[in-house]
């Protein structure tokens, strides 16, 4: 893929405003010198890159984020299974260590490429833009970035993709969107997994994490599903291919991350995308 | 947990803007952290303090502002600071808001010492 653009090399020193000290400040022995500017500024650009990349080979990608456990291989193990004949599938997987989770996407039917971080607990930019290298971005529709179980570091890293996707499992509790505001406000959709869980757990209530979801002033859908309850899976499905139809009808950048540096709260992708197919607050 | 990571960002920034400027050293860094970031200022100190080590850093201080959220609502025009778990507008209950500040992770200044030249 970047045999192309040439961005196997490293990339060209950041340009910056700064200047040489000035005399003044050189005769004072001391200069303060104002940078505003992001500190994962050198993330960002490597993450734009890699959205380039996924834009111009028609690819739409989604960041799937939750703590461990939460369920995010099983439900992919489900959508590759329901839409693997009509879309073609890859998975970059982030693990700490093993191979077994872009195995069993292997088994399920489409492509994936394992990312062992080591002790590291979320992935970065160039990890991605690593794993892109081992994937024909040319022949796939969708791409999903399974991230490193884990609440809150994934929620900083912009990695290049189109949307977010934060995973909340019943077991868990409806009160993790509490406790978790960044990662919930980073979402551009919210999913309560192992909704076939919700009579045994007994005290996980859809609506009350949907409540805590919508306390972090975010409008995006919150949709309540179930790996082991095909039907369920209908609104997920129905986010994805509205994904996909905006991104080819308009072509402009989507997705939390897609707007990091912007403080705007107001709509966003998920917003939108959820309230046209209407599987908010289920 | 990334703020060790961060704290590498953080560091190569300053050294290169040290090198640019021909400074002798990086004296202090001022961050801005904000609680909706995802970054513990406490934890960005620690890493600081231990990765700053044997760079052009070595001697610096780290000052981290920590600037509440503060959102403005649309519909009704209020300005006020919330807490990070709810953003909502508390003067009209409008759900969305405009954040001002609050997740804000900025490198805002660093201060440099240079060697005095004399006058050409």
Redesign the interface.
Known sequence: MCGTCGCSTPAPPVQTTANPATPDARDAGRDTVPVMEPLLAENDRQAAHNRAHLDAAGVVCVNLMSSPGAGKTTLLEATIKALGLTWRIGVIEGDLETETDAQRIRKAGAVAHQITTGTACHLDAAMVHRALHHLDLASLDLLVIENVGNLVCPACFDLGQHANAVLLSVPEGDDKPAKYPVMFRAADLVLLTKADLLATVGDFAPETAAAHVRALATGVPVVTLSARRPDSLTPWFHWLATLRETRHASGRKTGNAAARGSDSMAPRSGGPIGARIGVRGQ | ??EL??CR??L??VT??AR????RAV?HVT?EVGP????VPELLAQAFHVAKRGGAADTATLAIETPPPT?RC?QCGAENVVS?????CPACGA???????G?G?????????????P?S
């Open positions: 947990m990334h990571t961060l960002h953080l190569a920034r290169r803007l640019e400027r021909e400074a004296t961050v909706l970031s995802g970054v959102v649309p990070p778990t709810r953003l909502t759900c969305r808001v405009d954040l001002l500040r997740d992770l900025i490198l805002k200044s660093v201060d440099l010492s240079l060697d005095a030249r006058p």
